[in-house]
């Protein structure tokens, strides 16, 4: 009998790593903490929400989770609206590709709870246990005990101890800026509609999410400069309230009149991070392989094709080779290299080009904005990109 797929994390990508192992008929154990997930209750929003896109839509369904989720807890987004700290804008729908909806708004916490019904219902085997290091032939856990593995997945997050003990090359670079995310109550609804501003105080977005019994509903996701950051999180919370409600209305009150923040407000440190990927023997997924600046919502969307493409390539190997063959491990790296890559150019060159302040980098910028919303195949082509 062949030793099992050690898939290390238990987060959305972990999850759905050994789900997707399991349901391909691969021998999975999935090592990881099983720390509780706060309950779910009427009106309480985790503070961290994704942009799922049409292929990560895809293939959740395709793994059976999509139909398990509170679909009443799931916003569409419908269209998009791009303003330039200038004249610029675009404007995104999804009919203008054909589609019905650009990404869903979902909840980490709603995601991890049904892939955690998911992996019980399919009975893979979750040791509560800490990948430790390496050793002849498997993986060394925290309690002292050792496991036999064909192929180590890293999956838990952009601090890997996988990575780390795999000695795959990384590199990472710190932005100098924090993301700084709450939900807020809006005077007038969202109506499936995104907004993003680029504004000489960083990157704001509004994710359309449920309403409440209090009102209608946003997702703040504002990618701040990290010493005002400092500052806004140093204030109590009341005085942090009254700051981002002041500035949040005066940015966005022509489209949704006074906005006012209804729950904590947290902030993290954003980077620029890629690695190698693979060693022998070892695959990383999700951020533990790559992160991206947050302002296309596509971290996860990276992270869940990379399972999808880790999956395709060992369900489609050779039977004479092993999981943790580089040969086989080194078709995962190629096929991911150039999706990743992009979204990293792309993502890292608007963070690079919205920063610079310069009245001739201003002026250019917005007219290339303005220019783009008047060419609907552009359009079309960035709707189809964003949904792979």
């Not at 675009?90 to 709603?110: C, F, G, K, R, T």
């Not at 932005?175 to 005077?187: I, N």
């Not at 070892?282 to 951020?287: I, N, Q, R, T, W």
Request: glycine fraction near 8%; include cysteine; proline fraction near 6%.
């Amino acid at each position: 009998m062949s030793d099992p797929v050690v898939v290390c994390g238990a987060g959305i990508v972990g999850l759905s790593a050994a789900l997707g192992l399991s349901r391909a008929g691969i021998d999975t154990v999935l090592v990881a903490p099983k720390q509780p997930l706060p309950s779910k209750a009427p009106g309480v929003y985790c503070p961290r929400v994704y942009a799922l896109s049409p292929a990560s839509q895809r293939f959740l369904a395709e793994q059976g989770v999509w139909d398990m989720l509170d679909q009443q807890r799931i916003t569409p987004v419908e269209s998009m609206q791009i303003y330039g700290d200038a004249s610029g804008q675009v404007s995104l729908n999804a009919w203008q590709a054909a589609h019905h909806e650009l990404a869903w708004i979902i909840e980490s916490d709603e995601l991890e709870r049904v892939l955690r019904q998911a992996v019980q219902l399919f009975r893979v085997n979750w040791l509560d246990d800490r990948f430790q290091g390496f050793d002849q032939g498997g993986v060394s856990l925290a309690s002292g005990k050792s496991l036999p593995a064909a192929l180590v997945i890293g999956a838990e997050g952009a601090q890997s101890v996988v990575r780390s003990a795999a000695g795959i090359a990384h590199h990472s670079k710190p932005y100098g800026y924090a993301g700084v995310v709450t939900h807020l109550h809006t005077q007038r609804p969202h109506q499936g509609t995104a907004f993003q501003w680029f504004t000489a105080d960083g990157i704001i977005a509004f994710l359309p999410m449920p309403d409440t019994a209090d009102g209608h509903q946003v997702s703040l996701v504002w990618s701040m400069p990290q010493d005002q950051a400092d500052v806004l999180m140093a204030l109590d919370a009341p005085a942090r309230a009254e700051w981002l409600a002041s500035r949040l209305t005066g940015l966005a009150g022509d489209c949704f009149g006074a906005v006012s923040v209804r729950s904590p407000v947290h902030a993290f440190p954003l980077f620029c991070e890629h690695s190698d990927m693979v060693a022998p023997g070892v695959a990383l997924v999700g951020d533990a392989a790559h992160r991206v600046h947050p302002l296309a919502g596509q971290g996860l969307n990276l992270g869940l094709g990379d399972v999808q493409e880790l999956l395709r390539v060992l369900v489609s190997k050779e039977s004479y080779r092993s999981p943790g063959d580089l040969r086989v491990l080194s078709r995962y790296r190629r096929s991911r290299a150039e999706p990743v890559l992009a979204m990293r150019a792309v993502t890292d060159g608007l963070h690079r080009l919205f920063a610079v302040q310069a009245p001739p980098v201003v002026m250019a910028r917005n007219l290339g904005m303005q220019l783009v919303d008047r060419l609907p195949w552009v359009k079309r082509r960035l709707i189809q990109g964003a949904s792979r």
